[in-house]
């Protein structure tokens, strides 16, 4: 079942050149809907301005050798890994989410503009990453819906409240996974096999249409604004935040002498602070 492609069987019913046009309308939304969202909220403008701000309280020049390493490391930790979240369970989940959905949208295009009519055969490996990809979404996604954002002990969030704009992309990525493996699964089941389908293609065109109120547009920001991070961490510029000091660094305790008055010269380590555990006290 897993093997087999779900586009072939419904070109049938729907022509292959109205299923392309619906992954060309979406691709034009997810766009649209970015390019709006990043003027309204002027993200580009205020990661520019603040890129230029901090190269004026830079310490030091950051060659291009140099932002060319820093430009790796956040490819390998911010995005190939997701090296961002400080919680293990957190990062998985996300880990699951971001890869599934890669590959399920890369598949089904795949799919759709390469084996769509009823006589093209696909390879099995597509079908079986589509299914892989749309069920790896739904670990992922599930995972974080009533495991991590759904935490009554710290935070007395049901997992049916829906948080408005915040939760549309959670709930159209779920969505869409959910009634795209239930459409393959129940292929030729009649009404039941048309009703998740036109569940799949409701909740995908909500995914993709409400770019603007959701927070699918802060994918394609984050990496950028990872980057230019490690360059103001890089440069001593720092965004303008205090330098964490070494309070063992005898350079540090000439320059701030009540350090060892107050603290003996070798201060013992204060510890994880508020990371000391997880919050459990709603």
Request: aromatic share 14%; with cysteine.
């Amino acid at each position: 079942m897993i093997t087999s492609n779900p586009f072939a069987e419904l070109a049938a019913i729907i022509p292959p050149a109205a299923m392309q046009a619906y992954v060309i309308l979406m691709f034009i939304l997810v766009a649209g809907g970015t390019i709006l969202d990043m003027m309204h909220k002027k993200s580009a403008q205020y990661f520019f301005e603040n890129a230029k701000k901090a190269k004026k309280s830079a310490k030091r020049s950051v060659g291009a050798g140099e932002k060319g390493g820093l430009l790796l490391k956040t490819v390998a930790k911010e995005v190939l890994t997701s090296g961002e979240f400080a919680n293990m369970k957190r990062r998985i989940s996300h880990l699951f989410t971001m890869y599934g959905f890669i590959i399920f949208v890369v598949t089904t295009a795949i799919l759709i503009f390469g084996y769509s009519t009823p006589d093209a055969v696909a390879p099995n490996a597509l079908p079986m990453l589509w299914h892989l990809g749309a069920a790896m979404l739904c670990l992922g996604g599930y995972w974080f819906w009533f495991s991590i954002r759904v935490d009554v002990a710290s935070e007395g969030v049901k997992w049916y409240q829906l948080n408005g704009r915040g939760d549309l992309f959670i709930v159209g990525l779920l969505g869409t996974a959910t009634f795209a493996l239930l459409w393959s699964f129940t292929m030729g089941s009649g009404m039941l096999n048309t009703l998740f389908f036109v569940l799949f293609i409701a909740f995908s065109t909500m995914l993709f249409g409400s770019v603007y109120w959701s927070k699918f547009a802060h994918m394609f920001f984050k990496p950028a604004a990872a980057f230019q991070k490690r360059i103001a961490k890089a440069d001593g510029s720092r965004e303008n935040l205090p330098v964490i000091y070494d309070l063992t660094d005898p350079a540090v305790q000439a320059k701030f002498p009540d350090i060892p008055e107050y603290m003996g010269k070798n201060p013992a380590y204060m510890g994880p602070g508020i990371k000391r555990e997880a919050p459990n006290h709603y």
